[in-house]
C-alpha cells in the first residue's frame, strides 16, 4: 500500500515515505527527510531535511522533527512535544554549523508537551512524562517525569512501570507478555520471554 497524503499537507520532492504512511493535514516532509513504513503524521507536522523516521512510528498533532533527529522503530511523539537542534539559539547568530543530534532510540515514548534537549540520546522503550525536559541522556526502560526530568522508575516495553528500584538489584516479569527485566545496577536488561 502506497504512502497517503492528505491534500493539505506538502511533501517536498526527495523525501522518501515508506509504504502505508500516512501524512494528516497541513503537514510538512521537506525533501531530504526518509520517513519508514507504517508511520503516521499528525496535523500539523512539520519534518526537516536531515530527519530519519523509522517504521511504525507514531507523530501526533503539533510535532516539528527538526534537522539533526532520528527516530528509530516503533517510536511515539505525543501532541505538541518539542525537539530542539540548536542549543544555544540566537537570533542574529547563524548557528546551523552547529547542530546537535538527538537520536530516539526503538520504541521510546515522549509524552504530550515534552521538550527534548538536542543532542541527547533518549533509550530504548524509555517514557517521557506529559511536560517534561530532558536534558541529558535516558538510559533503556527509564521512566522519567519533571523539570528537569529526572528518573523516577522503570518501564516495560507494554508500556506499564514496572516494580524495580531505581538501582541496585531486581527482577521482574511482565504479566501481559512474559518478559523478563533484570536490573543491575542502574541498567535495566529486558530478556524476552521464551
Known amino acids: 500500500m502506497a504512502a ?12 522518501v515515505l515508506g509504504e502505508g504512511t500516512r501524512v494528516w493535514h497541513f503537514s510538512h516532509v521537506c525533501g531530504g527527510a526518509r520517513v519508514g513504513a507504517g508511520c503516521s503524521l499528525g496535523q500539523n507536522v512539520f519534518v ?10 507514531k507523530i501526533q498533532n503539533n510535532v516539528s522533527v527538526y534537522d539533526a533527529v532520528t527516530l528509530e522503530d516503533d517510536v511515539f511523539c505525543g501532541p505538541s512535544m518539542v525537539f530542539t537542534n540548536v542549543y544555544n539559539p540566537r537570533s542574529a547568530v547563524l548557528r546551523k554549523g552547529e ?24 533509550g530504548e522503550y524509555a517514557f517521557v512524562g506529559a511536560g517534561a ?15 528537569p526530568a529526572r528518573q523516577v522508575g522503570w518501564m516495560s516495553r507494554y508500556g506499564e512501570q514496572l516494580e524495580l528500584p531505581l538501582q541496585g538489584e531486581g527482577k521482574v516479569v511482565c504479566p501481559h507478555t512474559g518478559d523478563v527485566y533484570v536490573l543491575k545496577g542502574k541498567s535495566c536488561v529486558l530478556r524476552p520471554a521464551d
Open 4 to 15: 497517503a497524503v492528505h491534500a493539505s499537507a506538502i511533501v517536498d520532492d526527495g523525501a
Open 48 to 57: 526537516g531535511n536531515d530527519v530519519v523516521i523509522g517504521s511504525n512510528v
Open 99 to 122: 547542530y546537535r543530534k538527538t537520536l530516539v532510540r526503538r520504541g521510546a515514548t515522549l509524552g504530550a508537551n515534552a521538550t527534548v534537549v538536542c543532542g541527547i540520546t533518549i
Open 133 to 147: 525536559v530532558v536534558n541529558h541522556d535516558v538510559p533503556d526502560f527509564a521512566l522519567m517525569v519533571g523539570v
